[in-house]
Nanobody, 130 residues
Framework: QVQLVESGGGLVQDGGSRRLSCAASGLTFRLYAMAWFRQAPGKEREFVAHGGWNGISPRYADSVKGRFTISRDYAKNTVYLQMNSLKSEDTAVYYC???????????????????????WGQGTQVTVSS
């Protein structure tokens, strides 16, 4: 059974940085594409970043491009989201997601969508104070 456990959330000041971690277990890590999504209060869950897959480069939402970086440590079965220059609009619950060997015949467009991912973490709250 795949288990994803996020950590690293908390309260951070506007302009600050935070690194989120997602520890994965119960899976062969190299066979999974990994991503981060977030859900702000009163809004739908949205794509933040995926770490690339099968020749497709990592991709970021326009709202975080240049500020956030996704990475993964295969030795630790962990994926990270480094968040810099945080803004109040980044306040949300951040979710880690995993997709087992996803099809990418669409050039990776499916990796931006929730339905590509079959496993989800419980989420970690990030609050940016102004």
């Amino acid at each position: 059974q795949v288990q994803l456990v996020e950590s690293g959330g908390g309260l951070v000041q506007d302009g600050g940085s935070r690194r989120l971690s997602c520890a994965a277990s119960g899976l062969t890590f190299r066979l999974y594409a990994m991503a981060w999504f977030r859900q702000a209060p009163g809004k739908e869950r949205e794509f933040v970043a995926h770490g690339g897959w099968n020749g497709i480069s990592p991709r970021y939402a326009d709202s975080v491009k240049g500020r956030f970086t996704i990475s993964r440590d295969y030795a630790k079965n962990t994926v990270y989201l480094q968040m810099n220059s945080l803004k109040s609009e980044d306040t949300a619950v951040y979710y880690c997601a995993a997709a087992r060997s996803p099809m990418t015949i669409d050039g990776g467009a499916s990796l931006l969508r929730e339905r590509a991912y079959g496993s989800w973490g419980q989420g970690t709250q990030v609050t940016v104070s102004s």
